[in-house]
């Protein structure tokens, strides 16, 4: 289906904690390329083009995010996207798992553009992070993200934002 991605790429990601003061965090992901293990997708009816998607899938870190002195190495994600022509929302939920095995959960939400039959996408939103685990309990953070697609229904997405982890023994690398 021509919007099969979209969901996906729209789950988008995060960034994630240390230490009182805020931190910055930065990452890159690539979404589209590993196929979604559930999607759905229903026409709505009003009108040619409008369909809503619910999707999980998996994207992977082209440049992973490091919180804590740990590395970010998966990325999988829910979504739901509402698809109006060439327009989009879409609102979603993360899991980060970190090298060490600890886990980052987050949501996001965000809008775009499809171009190319809806296989491309450009797109921007917000992220937060709503829990963690290990090292990263009692994250908080929160940002942005923007999104570049291919017509080959990948997209490469640009997280940025900031963190905090409880704890003054906390740092970021």
Same mark, same amino acid.
């Given at each position: 289906? &021509?919007?099969?991605?979209?969901?996906? #790429?729209?789950?988008?990601?995060?960034?994630?904690?240390?230490?009182?003061?805020? #931190? %910055?965090?930065?990452?890159?992901?690539?979404?589209?390329?590993? %196929?979604?293990?559930?999607?759905?997708?229903? +026409? !709505?009816?009003?009108? %040619?083009?409008? !369909?809503?998607?619910? *999707?999980?899938?998996?994207?992977?870190?082209?440049?992973?995010? *490091?919180?804590?002195?740990?590395? $970010?190495?998966?990325? $999988?994600?829910?979504?739901? #996207?509402?698809?109006?022509?060439? &327009?989009?929302?879409?609102?979603?939920?993360?899991?980060?798992?970190? +090298?060490?095995?600890? &886990?980052?959960?987050?949501?996001?939400?965000?809008?775009?553009?499809?171009?190319?039959?809806?296989?491309?996408?450009?797109?921007?939103?917000?992220?937060?992070?709503?829990?963690?685990?290990?090292?990263?309990?009692? !994250?908080?953070? =929160?940002?942005?993200? &923007?999104?570049?697609? !291919?017509?080959?229904? *990948?997209?490469?997405?640009?997280? *940025?934002?900031?963190?905090?982890? %409880?704890?003054?023994?906390?740092?970021? =690398?």
């Amino acid at each position: 289906m &021509k919007y099969k991605s979209l969901g996906l #790429t729209v789950l988008l990601v995060a960034s994630a904690g240390s230490a009182p003061a805020q #931190t %910055p965090v930065s990452g890159t992901l690539k979404c589209g390329d590993v %196929p979604a293990s559930a999607d759905y997708t229903v +026409e !709505v009816g009003d009108h %040619p083009g409008h !369909v809503l998607i619910m *999707e999980k899938g998996t994207c992977s870190w082209t440049a992973p995010l *490091e919180i804590a002195g740990l590395k $970010s190495t998966t990325h $999988s994600g829910a979504s739901f #996207t509402d698809v109006d022509g060439a &327009k989009f929302q879409g609102r979603g939920y993360f899991v980060i798992t970190m +090298e060490n095995g600890d &886990k980052l959960y987050g949501r996001n939400q965000g809008t775009g553009t499809t171009t190319d039959g809806g296989k491309a996408l450009t797109g921007d939103g917000t992220w937060s992070f709503t829990g963690g685990t290990g090292k990263l309990k009692g !994250v908080k953070g =929160k940002g942005t993200y &923007k999104s570049a697609g !291919v017509p080959n229904g *990948e997209a490469n997405y640009q997280v *940025e934002g900031e963190y905090t982890l %409880p704890g003054a023994s906390a740092t970021a =690398k």
